[in-house]
């Protein structure tokens, strides 16, 4: 009868947590229309990447899905359009662990489009438990959370200058906190010792210090940055090839996480909201702005940073618009 007492107490009390998490979570109240403005999300065929797209495109805004699996990404699409009424909602295929992906990728935009007014750089992977390398010859997390979405921002910055007042924003993750040291020279784990949670933190670190550098470089143009913790949400990367490799615990965080569409609120709000026109290079969760630590407040560290991706993804000279 007590071990029946106590699991009721259990489930009550996780239950509890579960709805203060959901209650207290961030929601972004503006009505700010999009209509006339083109919006790029990066990992747009789940979770806040797909929520994110449906917020914009019942705003008004033409979407672009960039995403790597083109058939999920269709039938996601085909969903937005149905439940926004907007049809100017497009997918276009884009590898962000393959450079040679996001530069076609860039390149079709560059042909097509003169001005970008939203970028969300949403996409990203966990660490995965043995260390893989990308093509390029980057460890596979910083390839796909931090190397891709460097490439991507550069190649598109003509674009968001003209279509000023534009924004970029960057999922990051409250993970950053857990990196204790930033070696510039190893970010692909050459010498240091790998771990998937290590790998997943670091990039993690890299997304909110490029934004801060981002903000310096773009500084008068009209282009403002932003990176956002989503919180823990209960999404599909728990049961990928992530840093939560066993299943129950998985299962877990999907059970106490936030949903979808309360974990792409923060990606809304730094996109659309007045109250954050002007703050650029800051960090947000749920709706709020944050204080950063140690390694993330490094200005010197992200320019070190932003130069060393320079010249891993040899970047040419017509591909520097930042």
């Not at 979407?63 to 058939?71: F, T």
């Not at 907007?86 to 042909?111: G, H, P, Q, W, Y």
């Not at 660490?127 to 190397?147: C, I, P, R």
């Not at 993690?204 to 956002?228: F, P, Q």
């Amino acid at each position: 009868m007590l071990a029946a007492w106590c699991l009721l107490y259990l489930v009550v009390l996780l239950l509890a947590v579960k709805y203060a998490y959901r209650a207290y979570a961030g929601r972004c109240y503006s009505t700010n229309r999009l209509d006339g403005k083109l919006a790029i999300v990066t990992g747009a065929s789940a979770g806040i990447g797909a929520e994110t797209c449906l917020d914009f495109a019942r705003r008004g805004a033409r979407v672009i899905m960039a995403c790597r699996n083109l058939e999920k990404a269709q039938r996601v699409a085909a969903n937005i359009k149905r439940m926004s009424g907007n049809e100017a909602v497009t997918v276009k295929k884009l590898d962000l662990a393959s450079l040679a992906s996001v530069r076609a990728f860039c390149n079709d935009i560059l042909k097509t489009e003169t001005a970008l007014h939203i970028l969300v750089n949403n996409a990203g992977i966990g660490g995965s438990v043995q260390k893989q390398m990308s093509e390029d010859g980057f460890e596979l997390t910083m390839a796909s959370n931090h190397y891709g979405h460097f490439l991507l921002t550069n190649m598109l910055g003509k674009l968001l200058k003209n279509g000023a007042p534009s924004r970029v924003v960057c999922v990051a993750s409250l993970a950053y906190f857990w990196t204790g040291k930033m070696d510039v020279e190893d970010l692909n784990f050459r010498n240091i010792p790998y771990g998937d949670y290590r790998a997943y933190s670091l990039s993690k670190l890299a997304n909110i210090l490029m934004t801060r550098e981002l903000a310096r470089r773009l500084e008068g143009t009209g282009v403002t940055t932003y990176s956002v913790h989503p919180g823990f949400v209960a999404t599909e990367i728990f049961h990928k090839n992530s840093v939560m490799v066993a299943d129950w615990f998985a299962n877990f965080m999907c059970f106490m996480g936030k949903s979808a569409e309360l974990g792409a609120q923060t990606n809304i709000y730094c996109a659309v909201d007045d109250a954050v026109a002007h703050q650029s290079g800051r960090y947000y969760s749920d709706c709020r702005e944050l204080r950063t630590y140690r390694l993330a407040n490094d200005d010197s560290l992200a320019a070190k940073l932003w130069a060393t991706s320079e010249r891993d993804v040899k970047l040419a000279p017509h591909e520097a618009n930042i």
